[in-house]
C-alpha cells in the first residue's frame, strides 16, 4: 500500500500542499496510541492488514487479474478475482474507522457520526462484512507520466453531494472513495466495489482526465518535474 513512498533513509516526507516550501520527514505513517487495545489493533485490524498486503499489494500469485479494456463510455480496470470478501472489505473499513478515531489532525474531515461509528466498530470486530451495498468502497488509479504528485498520500476529504456523504484518500496513485449515506447514493458506487464472488474492479484513468481528477481531489493543481524525486 506504501510501497515507493518512502526515500533511501526510509522517511516519510510531508509536504504542505498550501506552501510548498514546508516539508518535514517522518519514519512511520500516522498512527495514534491508546485508540485501539492491544487485541484489536494486533489481532483483529492486523489480520486484515496482512491480508491486503499479501493478496492486494504486494504477491498475487493465489489471485487472478485481468485487465479490462474501456470504450467510449466506461473506463479501463483492473479485475482482481478470488479475493476474501469478509477480509479485504473490512481491511478497508478498518482504515475510514481508525481514521474516525484518529486525534491527528491529518484526519479531521473523517467525522461518522456516533451511529455509523458503532456499526463500523460492530462489524470489524464479529468479522461482519454486510451487504455489497453497505459502506460500498470503490479505488481509482491514477496513471500519469509523472508531472502529477500521485505517489502520495493525500489528506482525507469529506465530500457532500446533494445530501450524501462520501470520504476520499489518496494514497499511493490510488483513490478510495468511501460511501456512507444511503441518501443519493453517488453513481460511481454502483459499480467496482467488492462483491461477495471475491471479484473487485480497480478503475485505471490516466492522461488528462486523470490528472483533472486527481486536481479536483487535492484542490489545486499541481505539476512535478519528476515522481522519481526522493528523500536523500
Known amino acids: 500500500m506504501y510501497k515507493g513512498l518512502y526515500g533511501i533513509t526510509h522517511r516519510l516526507a510531508n509536504v504542505n500542499i498550501q506552501d510548498l516550501t514546508k516539508v518535514t520527514y517522518q519514519q512511520t505513517g500516522f498512527k495514534d496510541r491508546d485508540i485501539l487495545c492491544a487485541d484489536c489493533d494486533n489481532a483483529v485490524i492486523g489480520t486484515l492488514e496482512r491480508y491486503a498486503c499479501n493478496h492486494l499489494y504486494n504477491s498475487h500469485d493465489s489471485i487472478e487479474t485481468e485487465i479490462m479494456a ?63 451495498d453497505e459502506f460500498e468502497v470503490i479505488l481509482v488509479k491514477i496513471e500519469n507520466n509523472g508531472t502529477k504528485p500521485t505517489q502520495s498520500i ?33 453513481s460511481m458506487f454502483n459499480k467496482g466495489i467488492i462483491k461477495k464472488d471475491g471479484i473487485i474492479d480497480i478503475a ?29
Not at 479485475?79 to 481491511?91: I, M
Not at 481514521?99 to 460492530?122: D, M, Q, V
Not at 484542490?219 to 528523500?231: A, I, K, P, Y
Open 70 to 132: 474501456g470504450d467510449a463510455i466506461h473506463v479501463s480496470c483492473l479485475r482482481y478475482k478470488n479475493l476474501d470478501y469478509t477480509n479485504l472489505k473490512l481491511f478497508f473499513l478498518s482504515i475510514l474507522w481508525k481514521s474516525h478515531l484518529s486525534k491527528n489532525p491529518f484526519f479531521n474531515e473523517i467525522n461518522l457520526g456516533t451511529c455509523y461509528a458503532e456499526r463500523l466498530r460492530k462489524m470489524i470486530l464479529n468479522r461482519d462484512a454486510g451487504a455489497e
Open 154 to 186: 493525500v489528506q482525507p476529504r469529506r465530500i457532500k453531494d446533494n445530501g450524501n456523504t462520501s470520504y476520499g484518500y489518496h494514497i499511493n496513485e490510488i483513490l478510495y472513495h468511501f460511501n456512507v449515506s444511503n441518501y443519493n447514493k453517488m
Open 204 to 232: 485505471i484513468i490516466g492522461d488528462d482526465f486523470g490528472d483533472g481528477y486527481f486536481d479536483s481531489f487535492v484542490g489545486q493543481s499541481l505539476f512535478l518535474n519528476s515522481n522519481n524525486n526522493r528523500d536523500k
